[in-house]
């Protein structure tokens, strides 16, 4: 199995947030988990990577267990996360944000870079021009040289797509990845999740967008009060009545995302 959480439960004081949650995601796919607010989706994204508490569960990543790892241990191991809010490097130009999401992978030992020996001039060269490829990737390389904290909102949330996918991580977990974008940069995020997934990377992403779950996803996982209540398909997940229910009310789900459906499945 390539990633699986199973029977994830995390409590905060005597609430439950979530209960016994497992899903699994298969390598090359996109997987959307998706729910109303307050369902416990970033809860369940941050006891994966990290970043929040886990009280019973287990989390495996291409047969290794990263159960209560922490997000650096997690990040060296292929996978990496964004944030709901925009999560950029503030006070560099947007190219240096790329160059500094790479620096794990740095090859240069710690007293290379104290002297700023030639390797690490080099392997700084080589990431630098990466760092410009992968702005093209996203068609941010008009964009490059400006200040991160100078950008527009949707080209801030892609410069934070961008940085994640940066770190050379295999898997991307993705958390809102649309929120507050308009239809015309939805539509872009669709083509970049797509061109990023043709690369070979695998994406679990948070959504609420159900055009851009539909049309994307290979499996939707739905989660409701804390708890999982339906994984399949697009198609079995549109017409879930326990889900149309739980999730938007009896039909939303299909009049927002049933026409956008594909053959997602496997492939």
């Known amino acids: 199995m390539y990633f699986s959480v199973d029977n994830l439960t995390v ?73 709901q809010k925009t999560h950029v490097f503030n006070g560099m130009t947007v190219v240096d944000n790329i160059v500094t999401a790479q620096s794990i992978n740095f090859k240069t030992g710690f007293w290379a870079n104290v002297f700023y020996l030639p390797s690490v001039r080099e392997e700084e060269r080589i990431f630098r021009e990466k760092a410009w490829e992968i702005l093209k990737f996203f068609e941010l390389d008009h964009l490059g040289n400006e200040m991160a904290d100078t950008l527009a909102y949707g080209d801030a949330r892609f410069l934070g797509v961008a940085v994640a996918m940066a770190t050379g991580a295999e898997l991307l977990l993705l958390d809102e990845p649309a929120a507050g974008l308009n239809p015309v940069e ?82």
């Open 186 to 267: 939805t539509d872009r995020l669709m083509e970049i999740l797509r061109k990023i997934n043709g690369l070979g990377k695998t994406i679990l992403l948070i959504e609420h967008d159900m055009k851009l779950v539909m049309s994307i996803s290979n499996q939707v996982t739905v989660v409701s009060f804390g708890k999982k209540i339906a994984d399949g398909l697009p198609a079995e997940i549109a017409t879930n009545p326990e889900v149309m229910e739980a999730y938007l009310g009896s039909g939303a789900l299909v009049s927002t995302g049933k026409e956008h459906i594909k053959d997602n499945g496997d492939n």
């Open 11 to 83: 409590r905060f004081g005597g609430m439950v947030a979530v209960d016994q949650v497992s899903f699994e995601v298969k390598q090359g796919h996109i997987v959307s988990l998706v729910g109303p607010n307050g369902a416990g989706k970033t809860t369940i994204f941050n006891a994966i990577t990290g970043f929040g508490p886990m009280e019973t569960g287990t989390v495996i990543f291409k047969d290794q267990d990263i159960t209560r790892k922490t997000p650096t241990q997690i990040a060296n191991v292929g996978i990496t996360r964004s944030f």
